[in-house]
């Protein structure tokens, strides 16, 4: 069997086919991980913030809301980044 010769990279770098896609991937999950991010920061924070001051349930709610709110945003605002670069 031959063997397959890496290609090379737009930077020059010797990839291989697995490395490539996983680099094409790498902004859409950081797209995810925002949205993610965001909504675990807000769940967390409620719910620290809930224990210390008492107020149960309503700063879980509440921040819950604000954090998938903006982690929301910030993904469909690289989204839309993503989609002007590939255009």
Wanted: aromatic content about 10%; overall charge positive; glycine content about 16%.
């Amino acid at each position: 069997m031959a063997e397959q010769e890496p290609r090379k990279d737009s930077d020059g770098s010797e990839l291989g086919e697995t490395a490539r896609q996983m680099r094409a991937a790498e902004p859409y999950i950081a797209a995810v991980w925002k949205l993610v991010g965001g909504a675990v920061v807000g769940v967390l924070g409620g719910y620290f913030l809930d224990g210390k001051l008492g107020t149960s349930p309503w700063l879980l709610l509440g921040l819950s809301l604000v954090g998938i709110s903006v982690g929301f945003y910030g993904f469909l605002r690289e989204m839309a980044r993503l989609g002007k670069r590939k255009r």
